[in-house]
């Protein structure tokens, strides 16, 4: 069973910085494309970030380009997402998210993953 646990939230002043983890658990870490999704109070679940199988590419939403940092680290089976100059509409609880098909197709929407954390909350003070 593939186990994703996040770490990194807090509460964070707007215009500062927080770097999310996520450790993977099992052997096939390299094989996954990894994806950070967030969802703010009464929102649904949205996609930032994705990331694929080598590092090599890396696709963000426009609401965070710019701003946001993909990366993974295979060998520790761990992908981060730094956020920087963070904004109040960046709140939410964010997810990381594990995706078997190596396709573009569904990259960045909820129904394309098939394994998730639990979420680590993240607070920006305006």
């Known amino acids: 069973q593939v186990q994703l646990v996040e770490s990194g939230g807090g509460l964070v002043q707007a215009g500062g910085s927080l770097r999310l983890s996520c450790v993977v658990s099992?052997?096939?870490?390299?094989?996954?494309?990894m994806g950070w999704f967030r969802q703010g109070p009464e929102k649904e679940r949205e996609f930032v970030a994705a990331?694929?199988?080598?590092?090599?590419?890396?696709w963000y939403a426009d609401s965070v380009k710019g701003r946001f940092t993909i990366s993974r680290d295979n060998d520790k089976n761990t992908v981060y997402l730094q956020m920087n100059s963070l904004k109040a509409e960046d709140t939410a609880v964010y997810y990381c998210?594990?995706?078997?098909?190596?396709?573009?197709?569904?990259?960045?929407?909820?129904?394309?993953?098939?394994?998730w954390g639990q979420g680590t909350q993240v607070t920006v003070s305006s």
């Open positions: 998210a594990a995706r078997k098909s190596p396709l573009f197709r569904g990259l960045d929407a909820v129904y394309g993953y098939d394994y």
């Open positions: 990331v694929n199988r080598s590092g090599g590419s890396t």
């Open positions: 099992g052997r096939t870490f390299s094989s996954y494309t």
